[in-house]
Nanobody, 125 residues
Framework: QVQLVESGGGLVQAGYSLRLSCAAS????????MGWFRQAPGKAREFVAA????????YYADAVKGRFTVSRDNAKNTVDLRMNSLKPEDTAVYYC??????????????????WGQGTQVTVSS
């Protein structure tokens, strides 16, 4: 089992930045893909960013490309999401996800088998 705990969410004005962190514990996660997803009120959960187990491959949703950066530190069992130039439409609960079987999972929701509880990000206009 892998436990994932997100932190770093909050309320910010449009144009500002936030950094989300996800701390993993339990079974080692260094050999698995990691990802970030988000869910806005009344909408389905959507993919945000993904990173391979070595951190060499990343993938972003078009809506965040160029503004968000995903990174990981396998020694510390953490994965971060740096969010710049935030927009009101980025408002959502952000979830960290881990795959125990795939070195890279991209935006495939079904390839992630561990999920955090989520952290709220609210961007005001």
């Amino acid at each position: 089992q892998v436990q994932l705990v997100e932190s770093g969410g909050g309320l910010v004005q449009a144009g500002y930045s936030l950094r989300l962190s996800c701390a993993a514990s339990g079974r080692t996660f260094s050999s698995g893909a990691m990802g970030w997803f988000r869910q806005a009120p009344g909408k389905a959960r959507e993919f945000v960013a993904a990173i391979s187990w070595r951190g060499t491959d990343t993938y972003y949703a078009d809506a965040v490309k160029g503004r968000f950066t995903v990174s990981r530190d396998n020694a510390k069992n953490t994965v971060d999401l740096r969010m710049n130039s935030l927009k009101p439409e980025d408002t959502a609960v952000y979830y960290c996800a881990a795959s125990s079987q795939y070195a890279y999972a991209g935006g495939r929701y079904d390839l992630y088998d561990f999920w955090g509880q989520g952290t709220q990000v609210t961007v005001s206009s």
